[in-house]
């Protein structure tokens, strides 16, 4: 406890009452003694950091940066030069990629938050000061595992090592002084960082792109109507962008109130009203759903061909339910009053549904063919900006949800 709270080449002496003196291997047991005195001098040191808590993803920092910790290490997304050696930890000495041999010397030049480099090399870089070498030890699902840029000569499920040194990076562009197109100009480029993330399915690294705009945009104020139009439109879509995040991520009750946001600046926006309806119907929540559906074709004729499609899955979805829910509870109003039927007793081990409540008994491939069905066509204005149709995921509700389809409740019928 005493050396944690020295500096690098300070002399001190350490008084240790019989309280703190614990067994340790390095000096011998005393008996007897009330106190101990140490005189410490502390030479070096290496500064290990558990960056998951697990002991799975550790930095060792070998040779010290320069300036202060943390203010002075690119916490923010940066522009970043590094060098490193990567290294197979079963194979200490397989060296699988050296960017002063294999890059021709030329450090590697990202972005730090846009996946361009596995999660726990951008984890540990971010941590680092300028001149800063360190070593990290990295587990598969942080490495190469969930990477697409997938080096040839790492096997799957392999532990890494690698040796980093920061030479540099650069911060992102402040927007004070900019005119209002280059402000635009630049919200446009990070955007389409976002929409790229979004498209390799990063929807958690997308939303935190179209938030960082979204944050900047607290700071800035349009001069005119025309001005004004273009920066409104321009926040509606990034909402709405992240309302399509959070949707991906199953976070149904947030998409919704991001398109919330959207929807109280303008009531009509179809867009909005056609991915919170879908939240809606990802939720369970099918009367919400059906309302933003029918305001559609209310407030805008083009925007009919989507809705109708939308209502019509969300009326096959209902009877999905249903049919499930009756399956799932068959027989338990068939007994006299007083008597408690099993439920799902009797039927082959192949048949039984989930009756656990997560809806896991529909097969992947069904939910896939099911939410297919649903996508908006490329053309029709409320397809993510840019965004090819994708797989809506998860569409059976949940089992609480079920029962409130069916206006029961669980310990009523109990």
Known sequence: MGIGSMAREEKAIIYVTSAYLTNSSLIP?????????????????????????????????????????????????????????????????SIFYDTRVDNHGEPLEFCSGEGLVPEGFEMCVRLMLPGEKSIVTCPP???????????????????VQWEIELLG?????????????????????????????????????????????????????????????????????????VAACYQKMGEYRKSIDTCNKVLEANPVHVKALYRRGMSYMLLGDFDDAKK????????????????????????QTIQETEKKARKQFKGLFDKKPGEISEVGVGEPEGNKTDTTGSGEAASTADRDADAKEAIPRADSGLAFEEERPGLLARIWPSASRIFSSLGLNRCTIL
């Open 29 to 93: 047991q005393l008996e007897g003694i009330e106190e101990v005195q140490f005189e410490v001098e502390l030479v070096q040191f290496v500064q290990v950091r558990d960056m998951l808590g697990d002991g799975r993803l550790i930095k060792r920092r070998v040779v010290d940066g320069k300036g202060e910790f943390p203010m002075d290490c690119p916490l923010h997304d940066s522009l970043l030069r590094v060098h490193y050696k990567g290294m197979l930890l079963d194979e200490p000495k």
């Open 141 to 159: 699902d942080f490495a190469y595992d969930k990477f697409p840029r997938l080096p040839a000569n790492v096997p799957e499920g392999a532990h």
């Open 169 to 241: 990076f650069e911060m992102p562009k402040d927007w004070t002084g900019f005119t209002f197109q280059e402000i635009m100009d630049d919200a446009e480029k990070i955007k389409t960082t976002g929409n790229r993330l979004f498209k390799e399915g990063k929807f958690e690294l997308a939303k935190a792109k179209y938030e960082k705009v979204l944050r900047e945009y607290n700071h800035v104020h349009p001069q005119d109507d025309d001005e004004g139009k273009i920066f409104a439109n321009s926040r509606s879509s990034l909402h709405l962008n």
């Open 292 to 315: 933003d559906f029918e305001k559609m074709i209310a407030v805008d004729k083009s925007s009919e061909p989507d809705a109708t499609a939308a209502l019509n899955k969300l009326k």
